[in-house]
């Protein structure tokens, strides 16, 4: 019986304690770098007006790594802020091409060699 009671107690313990949990910390929005106002973009860690103006200018992307690949950050801080970003297709471009496999070479048969 004492066991049944300290295994109530310790229950209703872990209950509050689990009750007092601050919440998880909010997800952050995706911020799509064909339709984000400047100020959007400024919000991201290392785009400041100049370099926000610079992404404006550089739209439409198809892929957010096409802010590298066009030199319009640099590739760290690329690499800092890639988890926030997304580049929703602008209606009336081509969709991304997806990759094609490279076909195998045949290994070519090696003629005798003649004497």
């Known amino acids: 019986m004492r066991h049944v009671l300290v295994l109530i107690v310790a229950l209703l313990l872990a209950g509050t304690a689990l009750a007092q949990r601050p919440p998880a910390a909010p997800v952050a929005k995706l911020i799509d770098l064909n339709s984000a106002s ?3 973009l ?16 550089s739209r439409p992307f ?3 790594g096409e802010l590298v690949d066009r030199h319009v ?3 760290a801080l ?5 988890d926030r ?9 081509p969709p991304v091409p997806q990759a094609k496999p490279v ?3 045949k290994p070519v048969p090696q003629q005798p060699k003649r004497s």
Do not use: S
């Open 38 to 40: 400047r100020d959007d």
């Open 42 to 57: 400024m919000t991201l860690d290392g785009i400041g007006e100049v370099r926000a103006d610079a992404i404006i200018r």
């Open 62 to 64: 198809r892929t957010k």
């Open 73 to 75: 950050i640099p590739e």
């Open 78 to 82: 690329y690499d800092k802020i890639n």
């Open 85 to 93: 970003l997304v580049a929703k297709p602008v209606p009336g471009t």
């Open 103 to 105: 076909p195998q070479a």
